[in-house]
């Protein structure tokens, strides 16, 4: 199964902490593309990584996480 990309999924950073994904950008003078992403503890920092290694496998001993971001299944508790 191929790890995709979900603009507004939360994701799991194989270190434990949270982030919803904002969007996709360009970088100005390659191309590339960079996921752009809000961390959802402290400060609420904005980052920006390639696409490539957001979505890439990682292969860390005592690490079970097989991608650096996984994206998460929040299920509204809401009723409608």
């Known amino acids: 199964m ?13 270190k434990g902490d949270l982030y919803i994904v904002e969007g996709v950008a360009r970088h100005s003078e390659t191309g590339e593309e960079l996921v752009i992403y809000r961390g959802l503890y402290g400060d609420n920092s904005v980052w920006a990584r390639p696409l490539d290694m957001f979505l890439g496998e ?3 001993p005592g690490i079970k996480q097989k991608y650096r971001f996984e994206l998460q299944k929040i299920k509204s508790k809401r009723k409608l």
């Open 58 to 60: 990682i292969n860390r």
């Open 2 to 14: 191929k790890n995709e990309l979900k603009i507004h999924g939360v994701y799991r950073h194989y």
